[in-house]
C-alpha cells in the first residue's frame, strides 16, 4: 500500500514539476530590436549571423530565431529534419527548391514575405543586399546539406 502512495506521490510531483517548467517557458516576454545578441553560426557558411529569441535549436520545441545575412550571401542546397518557417523582415531573401543551388530556380521573397519548408524538402537561398529573416518552428533544428562538401562544419574541421 505505501508503494502506491509513492508511486502516485512521484506522478503527482512530476506533473507539478512539469507545470512549473511550462509556466516558466510560457511567460510574457518581449525582446526589442537591442536586445538581439547575434552570433555566428557554424552550419552556416561565413557571414551570417542569428539571434535566439525563443527556445534551443537542439530541444525537441518550440523555437524562433532571427537570421541575418550580409549582400551577395549564398546557402547550397541543404534541408532540415523538421518544418520551417521563414518571415522575411527586411531585405530579399531568394529561394529556390532543388538538390543544387540554381538562381534561375529561385524566387525574391521581399520584406513581409512567408514561406514553410516541409521536412526534408531540399531547398538554396541567396541574398543581393543585407536581409534579415525570422525562422520559426519546433525543433530539434538541424541543416543537412545535400552535398557533404557545402557543409561549413566540415571545412573547418579539416583546417
Do not use: C
Request: net charge positive.
Amino acid at each position: 500500500m505505501k508503494h502506491r502512495y509513492a508511486l502516485v506521490f512521484m506522478f503527482l510531483a512530476a506533473i507539478g514539476a512539469a507545470a512549473i517548467a511550462w509556466a516558466q517557458t510560457t511567460a510574457h516576454k518581449m525582446v526589442m530590436p537591442d536586445d538581439l545578441k547575434w552570433t555566428e553560426v557554424a552550419a552556416l557558411p561565413s557571414g551570417a549571423k542569428i539571434a535566439m529569441l525563443e527556445g534551443k535549436l537542439e530541444e525537441a520545441a518550440p523555437f524562433t530565431f532571427r537570421a541575418r545575412f550580409p549582400a551577395n550571401y549564398e546557402i547550397p542546397a541543404h534541408w532540415h529534419p523538421a518544418i520551417e518557417h521563414v518571415t522575411v523582415l527586411s531585405g530579399t531573401f531568394n529561394m529556390g527548391v532543388g538538390d543544387k543551388f540554381d538562381k534561375a530556380k529561385g524566387k525574391p521573397l521581399a520584406s513581409g514575405s512567408y514561406a514553410i519548408m516541409p521536412p526534408k524538402t531540399n531547398h538554396f537561398a541567396w541574398t543581393d543586399r543585407e536581409t534579415v529573416i525570422q525562422i520559426h518552428g519546433v525543433g530539434p533544428w538541424g541543416i543537412t546539406y545535400v552535398n557533404p562538401a557545402d557543409d561549413p562544419r566540415k571545412r573547418q574541421s579539416k583546417e
